[in-house]
């Protein structure tokens, strides 16, 4: 009987912290640290960003008018499409040095590139709409309204 409440409680308890920390990491502001363009290419740099790909679309959806005004992002092409990347900042700001780190040649200082740790992009084609892609795979904002997971290119 004794040994039935300990697992039980031990059980409780797990999962109280692992509900907890989940809630803790989906609550944390984004800490947008840097925003670089390339053209019609947008590379924003944060720190807390959402965990999963719902967080990260409800982020946008949330936000956009905000990087809008604060930032210029997106930057339209020509054409009316856009890319969005969002990169994990990580442990900041470092040298060339390693291979395969996106620099950002704007910057005049040694430290200008970060490791190619992508969390979320966005895009609009034009004619193809607006597009998320997260780690758990492929969405896209119906003209609805909805946002639909889609087959993986």
């Not at 907890?20 to 990491?25: A, F, G, H, T, V």
Request: proline letters at 3%; glycine letters at 8%; hydrophobic letters at 35%.
């Amino acid at each position: 009987m004794i040994k039935n409440k300990k697992i039980t409680l031990s059980i409780l308890t797990i999962t109280a912290v692992t509900v907890s920390y989940s809630i803790w990491l989906n609550l944390r502001p984004v800490n947008i640290i840097a925003v670089h363009h390339d053209g019609s290419f947008n590379s924003v740099l944060v720190d807390n960003f959402p965990v999963t790909a719902r967080g990260k679309i409800n982020w946008w959806l949330k936000n956009r008018d905000m990087l809008k005004r604060r930032y210029d992002i997106p930057k339209i092409s020509s054409y009316g499409s856009y890319s969005i990347v969002f990169w994990y900042f990580g442990d900041g700001y470092m040298e060339e040095g390693k291979y395969d780190r996106l620099c950002f040649r704007e910057m005049k200082t040694e430290k200008n590139c970060i490791e190619k740790d992508k969390a979320f992009t966005v895009s609009d084609g034009g004619n193809s709409g607006l597009y998320f892609l997260a780690n758990e795979g492929y969405y896209q904002l119906t003209d609805s309204g909805k946002i639909v997971k889609r087959p993986s290119h």
